[in-house]
């Protein structure tokens, strides 16, 4: 049967699908909080782990709007990743080298630069306390000038990614400049918060899976809760094989497809649960993992 392709209700704005008025949502809460914090008219400390949770969020929208704009125009998707780029400290262009080109098409090998392999301590809560890090210092060592490649063979691409930079990057000086205290703690930290838990994320999905296999790749979380806040990101198999399906599809492509024939051990209710269960584990990735 079919995936459905239908949206769920009018799209309002432009949207692509209504659905994503929830992404909307958490990303201007999210832009609020950030704004209020750095000016100093309201700081907490539970709104700032609010921001930094959101900042994670926001790292997951900028995935999901990377994959398939959040609206139908492009201009508006432009301005949409302009926008994005407050939300988790990075210009959403910045993830399509690493992401789209290298993870997606080359999961978990050696071209892949969030490959499992590198998490090689015994105890694997280590493992992913310092996998983002690693995974960092891979992207800057092997990433080639992706610029320099989109100005040929992506123009289009290329012309966003110098809008998004320039923009976020003259915003951020200037906020250094006006107060370089808050800029680093109400901005820095959770920017940096988002990011670690963006790129940390592949180990609970992918370490210790199979590369090789059509279902067995990469671990679910199934779980209600979960995927209603990070915007269904558990159905992550679903997601591998078809990356330009819009995010509310992945639980109706994962109960037709995937979970007939994926090993139930990597399916999970609940985050937490697959979180404890990683966490706790011995880590045996394999050192050359193949090419899916």
Not at 48 to 57: G, K
Not at 84 to 107: K, Y
Not at 276 to 287: D, K
Request: with cysteine.
């Amino acid at each position: 049967m079919p995936v459905s392709r239908t949206s769920g209700g009018a799209p309002g704005f432009g949207l692509r699908y209504a659905v994503d008025w929830r992404s909307v949502v958490f990303l201007g809460g999210h832009l609020s909080l950030l704004a209020l914090h750095w000016s100093g008219v309201w700081r907490s400390v539970p709104t700032f782990v609010m921001t930094c949770l959101l900042a994670f969020i926001a790292a997951v929208i900028a995935h999901n709007h990377m994959h398939l704009g959040i609206f139908r125009g492009r201009r508006a998707n432009s301005l949409f990743s302009v926008v994005l780029s407050f939300g988790f400290g990075e210009p959403p262009t910045g993830i399509v080298t690493a992401h789209n080109e290298r993870h997606h098409r080359h999961c978990d090998s050696e071209l892949d630069f969030v490959r499992c392999a590198q998490a090689k301590a015994r105890w694997n809560w280590v493992n992913f306390l310092v996998f983002p890090f690693v995974a960092v210092r891979t992207m800057m060592r092997e990433k080639d000038r992706d610029l320099r490649r989109w100005k040929v063979a992506r123009p289009k691409l290329y012309r966003q990614a110098l809008l998004e930079r320039g923009v976020f990057w003259a915003v951020l000086l200037l906020a250094l400049l006006a107060d370089p205290m808050s800029t680093l703690i109400y901005l820095a930290v959770p920017w940096a918060f988002g990011q670690f838990c963006i790129i940390g994320i592949n180990l609970l999905q992918h370490q210790d899976c199979d590369p090789g296999s059509e279902f067995d790749f990469a671990r679910n979380v199934t779980g209600r809760l979960a995927n209603w806040v990070f915007l269904n990101s558990g159905f992550h198999t679903a997601h591998h094989l078809r990356p330009g399906l819009h995010w509310s599809k992945l639980p109706e492509y994962h109960a037709q497809v995937v979970a007939p024939g994926i090993d139930p051990r990597l399916v999970h209710g609940t985050l937490l649960g697959a979180l404890w269960q990683r966490l706790t584990a011995r880590a045996a990735c394999r050192e050359n993992p193949a090419p899916r």
